[in-house]
């Protein structure tokens, strides 16, 4: 389990580090009216807006990702199954903390069968 939130952890990492270079990347809104005027863009890989629409695109998609990888991380932390730390969490959960490891009977002493004629020493 620890291995799939490691990963989901990276993912969320890398997806954060890819809308935060994508959406630096992008233009902004008073941008476009260079490129109607021969900015320069309008000879690029994807047109005038075709950048625009690429990159916007791009940083949806990656949002969306980052959006469910978000969910899927929470619910792993939260619905992560806890080992036990000892007989105390099963005391308070009211289950029986298990039998009690029997102990070794002591030695005992050959018992001599009562005499009533046998002498008494004293102490």
């Known amino acids: 389990m620890n291995l799939w939130i490691n990963l989901l952890v990276v993912l969320q990492v890398v997806l954060g580090l890819g809308i935060i270079g994508l959406v630096l990347l992008q233009h902004g809104k008073g941008a476009d009216m260079g490129s109607g005027f021969g ?15 690429f990159l916007s695109r791009t940083t949806a ?5 980052f959006f469910i990888s978000s969910l ?13 730390a000892g ?24 018992v001599a069968p009562a005499d009533s004629n046998a002498k008494k020493v004293p102490n």
């Open 61 to 65: 998609v990656l949002a969306t990702a």
């Open 72 to 84: 899927g991380l929470g619910y792993m932390v939260t619905h992560k199954p806890r080992e036990s």
């Open 87 to 110: 007989v105390m969490d099963q005391v308070r959960s009211g289950q029986p903390a298990g039998a009690a490891p029997a102990l070794p009977a002591a030695p005992t002493a050959p």
């Open 39 to 53: 900015g320069g863009s309008s000879s690029s890989l994807f047109g005038a807006s075709g950048s625009a629409n």
